[in-house]
């Protein structure tokens, strides 16, 4: 248990650790599904871990929501029904409702404690998206719900856990789950994932990911942003079930984003928006390197 005044240790992987000063101890303690530390440093602001692993901060949160919802939804004419995956600090809800033409909003989340955590300590995430009328929150198995549900949705975000041995997520990464994700999105929808670190070195889950998705969507496309407090750039993966849906003009994106709740947006610009998807050429060279995800086969998050 870490203490104020102390440091507090982040095993990247043998060869890299990372320290951070804990100023404040906002919280510290074992869910029913993972280690829940949250405190506040000088130069982050208030951090969230679960399982010693960085989740957000608050000098950069706003980068890391923002790029996983804003390129994909932008793309999208009309995303009116949206489902969120995991997400437990609610700022993937908050990026969602500033849709104007979005009427639900459904976020699953197996851990319900983190979220209880993360509205006391960090409402500054959700900004009151949670009980915003659009949002709806189900506890439980995100697969679970998926397979159970009848709805189809315009948009769906997997904003999960990276699947760490016998955690909630290991399922969640797989090729016969992204079957269930393109059978619950209409014919014109989309589906956006966080899928792990971009750098030069630990890409094999990002590059995984992206050959498993491809066995299921016609169009899958990569794209990354470099996330200060991960201290990393950060990969993300879009699939559409239309082979079409990305090809889309830059005045068009630039007149949906025009259109949004803007009010608070600190990163995304439509000017920027093409440049998420242009890979360096380390990344873009090692996408064949992925090996495909099943549930015979499932992949662990080992850094």
């Given amino acids: 248990m870490v203490k104020e005044g102390l440091y507090f240790n982040e095993p990247f992987s043998e060869d890299y650790i990372r320290n951070f000063k804990i100023d404040k101890l906002l919280y510290q303690g074992r869910s029913k599904y993972q280690m829940i ?17 960085i989740q ?3 000098i950069d949160e706003y980068i890391y929501h923002e790029s996983l919802v804003h390129p994909v939804l932008l793309n999208h004419p009309s995303p009116r029904n949206v489902l969120i995956l995991g997400g437990g600090e609610g700022a993937t809800v908050r990026e969602v409702l500033r849709y104007p033409e979005v009427e639900k909003v459904t976020m699953v989340d197996i851990d319900k404690e983190l979220i209880e955590i993360c509205k006391q300590y960090l409402p500054e995430w959700s900004k009151g998206a949670f009980d915003h009328p659009k949002t709806e929150l189900f506890i439980g198995d995100a697969r679970r719900f998926v397979e159970n549900t009848a709805d189809k949705y315009d948009i769906i975000i997997s904003d999960l856990t990276e699947p760490v041995n016998q955690g909630p997520s290991v399922m969640l990464f797989t090729q016969e789950f992204y079957q269930l994700i393109s059978s619950r999105l209409k014919d014109k929808g989309l589906f956006v994932m966080q899928a792990g670190s971009a750098d030069m ?3 094999d889950f990002f590059v995984s990911c992206y050959q498993t998705l491809k066995k299921e969507f016609p169009q899958v496309k990569p794209f990354w942003i470099f996330v ?4 990393l750039p950060w ?7 239309d082979s079409s849906s990305f090809d889309i003009d ?3 994106i630039k007149s949906r984003f025009d ?4 009010d608070g947006v600190r990163f995304y610009r439509p000017e920027m928006h093409s440049s998420y998807f242009i890979l360096p050429v380390y990344l873009f060279n090692s996408l064949d390197k992925g090996k495909v995800i099943t549930d015979k086969n499932p992949y662990i998050w080992t850094l």
């Fill in 37 to 53: 530390q949250c405190f506040t440093n000088k130069y982050f602001g208030k951090m969230l871990f679960l399982d010693k692993k």
């Fill in 56 to 58: 957000s901060a608050q």
């Fill in 201 to 203: 070195i630990h890409y």
């Fill in 228 to 231: 200060l407090s991960f201290g």
């Fill in 235 to 241: 990969g993300f993966l879009s699939a559409a079930k």
């Fill in 250 to 252: 830059k005045e068009k």
């Fill in 259 to 262: 259109a949004l709740n803007r």
